[in-house]
């Protein structure tokens, strides 16, 4: 089949509509239809429906975007291989590399940073996301590399991906710097139970009402932010307190301080990369995620943190 074909259905896909696919593809409105169509007379089944504000895909459809995503990718990074292998820069190929925006903001940019001390110059870009999403990125060919957690819904088992552990991250509590307990020892949730919380996503909320089932408590989620620095903004005003990653409080705004919990809820700590064609300096950055992560670890149990341990070996 041709290519050409599957990155107009692709595209078509990700806009919800024949005219954008077109203008972005420079095409004719009428030959994406027809490239659409075709595509259809060849897999013997619908993959678009139309509706009031574009089109959207079929079951059969969705199936096939997911399969063609990642075999574009897959030809993408075929055509990139070739090239930086005939011009002797496969070690300078871009690396891309996702993370939750808990670890987006400190582990990944403090490993790379190592890395980067070791590689010299080195196209990179961070994505953040959620840990599903970014595993299925990674599947699909558009990340080298993710470093996401477990936190609920859990992270798939993929065979085409390998999981490292990197550890396990204590949630904590954020408060503005003039709450009562701020600057205060580790408290009990008990203690928090008429409070208003804000979240901003549904992994951190479950681990909020978990925690706090087990104590015999609820926990008021009252705001919803849309994203982590809004839910940090809700807290910095004052609206709310919120559950955060401990990994977090490196990166912290000054106007936001945290407290512990006794026996506080967790979350595993993972890198997934593929196991196919991974890119040359995964090996390296692996070790350097390690090594940040257990800084992060140290800093937030009050240990002072030594260099790291065992040699990083240059990509």
């Not at 919380?197 to 008021?220: F, I």
């Amino acid at each position: 089949m041709d290519l050409t074909v599957w990155r107009t259905f692709v595209t078509v896909c990700r806009l919800g509509s024949l005219s954008a696919a077109a203008a972005e593809l420079h095409h004719t409105q009428s030959a994406v239809s027809r490239q659409i169509a075709g595509l259809e007379r060849q897999l013997g089944v619908p993959l678009m429906e139309r509706h009031a504000r574009g089109v959207r895909t079929t079951a059969a459809g969705e199936v096939f975007r997911h399969h063609a995503l990642a075999t574009l990718n897959e030809a993408d990074r075929a055509v990139r291989a070739a090239r930086e292998a005939g011009d002797g820069a496969a070690f300078n190929q871009p690396l891309t590399v996702g993370a939750t925006p808990s670890l987006a903001a400190g582990v990944v940019p403090e490993a790379v940073r190592a890395l980067l001390k070791e590689t010299g110059s080195l196209r990179w870009s961070l994505l953040p996301g959620l840990s599903a999403p970014l595993h299925d990125r990674v599947v699909a060919g558009e990340l080298d590399i993710a470093v996401v957690t477990d936190a609920p819904p859990g992270l798939p088992h993929d065979p085409r991906t390998e999981r490292r552990f990197l550890g396990v991250d204590d949630m904590v509590v954020a408060l503005p710097v003039d709450h009562p307990r701020a600057g205060g020892g580790p408290v009990r949730v008990q203690a928090l139970a008429d409070e208003t919380w804000a979240e901003d996503n549904d992994g951190s909320a479950a681990l909020l009402h978990q925690h706090a089932a087990r104590a015999g408590v609820g926990a008021r989620i009252e705001l919803t932010a849309a994203d982590l620095p809004g839910k940090l903004a809700l807290v910095a005003t004052g609206h709310a307190i919120a559950l955060i990653p401990g990994a977090l409080t490196r990166g912290l705004r000054t106007d936001v301080t945290t407290v512990s919990l006794v026996d506080p809820p967790t979350r595993g700590v993972y890198t997934v990369v593929p196991r196919r064609d991974p890119h040359p300096c995964t090996a390296a950055l692996l070790d350097h995620l390690a090594t940040a992560f257990a800084s992060v670890r140290a800093d937030h149990d009050g240990v002072t943190s030594g260099p790291g341990v065992g040699h990083m070996s240059p990509c």
